[in-house]
């Protein structure tokens, strides 16, 4: 009986989990699962306890070896080539791959990334499609190379992004998205028979990383554009305004698409919505948290803190997520 091909994951996020189970507990007539490598244990909660993520917590529940290197170091080329390690996925890792890392498996290192490449490079894919009101995205399998995101591409699967879909619905939806690539794709990568189209560079875009101040609802943007960017930020950064320098935070909301000719920001109507302005059409929040309560509905929040029409609410100035250049 021939020996079969090794394979190892990189990975440290959830949304890793349904293509390191298929690796698993689904492709063993095809490959051996040799390794998870994943990130070190952090501090987390309160108490700031050391915890597995949920990619290491899942090697150590089903005995999978699994090695937390606090970074890819010779270390681990070493290891990756004393186990004869045939090809190396990787998905939500969170450290760059050097070139002796990336070459340490004999048919190299194929990504699993969140977007229909070559749009979306970079950190935040799914949300950054989501904020650009996009109705389709994907996860395309590349070749792992020193250019951010910038390998060769393999094969991709498609996903639908519904008009009320948030950031965390989505991400399972991606993170489902790797089951068919790795049944279409699996065998030939552990032979290096994988073929693959090099990406249009010229096409390209970017995303950033989202910070805690992209929450800050700019009024000056469309209220469609608003609401998707909300769906990007659940559950974090959120999204919040400012009422007399106190901090709202929003949690549902809808788009009126009636005309609107007040000026951005202005309260139209506070009762069972709060209803503003926007540049173009009118943004309803139907559930607010002011600082140290509770998410309520609109109607209850404003009983204990009323805000009235005509009013002006601040945000902040949003800030793309989305560029031409890395």
Partial sequence: MSK???????GADAICLPGLQYLHLSAGDICELAGV??????PQGRGKRLQANPVSAYALAQGIPLLQPSKPDAELVD?????????????AYGHFLPRAVREA?????????????????????????????????????MRVVKAMDGGAVADYESV?????????????????AVVPLLERNLKAACLGELITKEQDTAQATYCRKLFKQDGAIDFELSAQAIYDRMRAFTPWPGAYFEHEEVRIKVGSAKVLRSACT?????????????LVATDEGVIGFAELQRPGGKLLPTSDFLRGYPICQGEMLSGGKSVPLVRKEP
Avoid at 4 to 10: H, R
Avoid at 37 to 42: A, E, L, N, T
Avoid at 160 to 176: D, H, K, N, Y
Wanted: aromatic share 8%; charged share 15%; with cysteine.
């Fill in 4 to 10: 079969l091909p090794k394979v190892v994951y990189f």
């Fill in 79 to 91: 290891w990756l080539q004393s186990h004869d390690v045939s090809v190396a996925f990787v998905m």
């Fill in 37 to 42: 490598i994943s990130q070190p244990d952090r």
């Fill in 262 to 274: 007040s000026e951005p920001g202005t309260v139209l109507s506070a009762n069972q919505e709060l």
């Fill in 160 to 176: 639908s992004i519904g008009p009320s879909m948030t950031s965390p619905e989505l991400r399972v939806s991606i993170s489902e």
């Fill in 105 to 141: 498996p004999t048919f190299g290192m194929w990504n699993f990334h969140g977007s229909l490449l070559p749009k979306y490079r970079g950190a935040s894919p799914a949300e950054s499609a989501i904020a650009e009101g996009e109705s389709e995205t994907g996860v395309c399998l």
